[in-house]
């Protein structure tokens, strides 16, 4: 046996490597459902069965959820969030979810609320807010989103317990960001 011999091993066809397969979910992720059967397809011949793909299915299923909010977002509208929080009084709230701030030493955690008007983190006995007029850019890496100031600065940066979440804020924060600056 040859103990580099996975090197130079030649991948069936149709076979990507776990970084190509991420990279093609980060592109589908930023377009649309044409390509998400084929990446189911593609994971299944990805690893052996021996193999944990755990995170690549929680990535499909991030891909579904994000599918199904874009669904409704095409109807002209955005999810409704029932919450009474006291944070954000009468606003209406479009996303709640678990999520902490990588930035804070202590990384606390909380929930990440985005209503018509801004996003907000509220735990640890803190609560910080973003409006979206202030805000730029709106990006995802892995887990994590960023809100970005014009000046590039970050006017905030949460991280999410799944892909899931993390997708869907991203996807929603762009949609009210956008539809706050046509106002």
Same mark, same amino acid.
């Given at each position: !046996?040859?103990?580099? +011999?996975? &090197?130079?091993?030649?991948?069936?066809? =149709?076979?990507?490597?776990?970084?190509?397969?991420?990279? #093609?979910?980060?592109?589908?992720?930023? =377009?649309?459902?044409?390509?998400?059967?084929?990446?189911?397809?593609? /994971?299944? +011949?990805?690893?052996?069965?021996?193999?944990?793909?755990?995170?690549? /299915? %929680? !990535?499909?299923?991030?891909?579904?959820?994000?599918?199904? *909010?874009?669904? &409704?977002?095409?109807?002209?509208?955005?999810?409704?969030?029932?919450?009474?929080?006291?944070? &954000? +009084?009468? %606003?209406?709230?479009? $996303?709640?979810?678990?999520?902490?701030?990588? @930035?804070?030493? +202590?990384?606390?955690?909380?929930?990440? /609320?985005?209503?018509?008007?801004?996003?907000?983190?509220? =735990?640890? =006995?803190?609560?910080?807010? @973003?409006?979206?007029?202030? *805000?730029?850019?709106?990006?995802? !890496?892995?887990?994590?989103?960023?809100? *970005?100031?014009?000046?590039?600065?970050?006017?905030?940066? $949460?991280?999410?317990?799944?892909?899931?979440?993390?997708?869907?804020? #991203?996807?929603?924060?762009?949609?009210?960001?956008? @539809?706050?600056?046509?106002?």
């Amino acid at each position: !046996m040859n103990l580099f +011999g996975w &090197i130079r091993r030649k991948r069936a066809p =149709g076979d990507l490597p776990r970084e190509h397969w991420r990279a #093609a979910w980060s592109a589908a992720v930023e =377009g649309t459902e044409a390509h998400d059967a084929e990446l189911r397809r593609q /994971l299944d +011949g990805l690893a052996p069965a021996d193999q944990d793909v755990e995170v690549e /299915l %929680e !990535m499909l299923d991030a891909l579904e959820q994000l599918r199904n *909010v874009q669904r &409704i977002a095409v109807s002209g509208s955005l999810p409704a969030v029932e919450t009474r929080h006291r944070v &954000i +009084g009468a %606003e209406r709230c479009h $996303f709640s979810a678990p999520a902490s701030l990588p @930035a804070d030493h +202590g990384q606390a955690s909380g929930r990440v /609320l985005l209503t018509p008007v801004r996003a907000v983190f509220v =735990g640890a =006995g803190r609560t910080s807010a @973003a409006a979206w007029h202030g *805000v730029h850019r709106v990006l995802r !890496m892995e887990r994590d989103v960023i809100l *970005v100031r014009a000046d590039h600065a970050p006017a905030a940066h $949460f991280r999410f317990n799944t892909y899931g979440d993390a997708v869907v804020c #991203a996807f929603l924060a762009r949609q009210l960001k956008g @539809a706050r600056a046509r106002l």
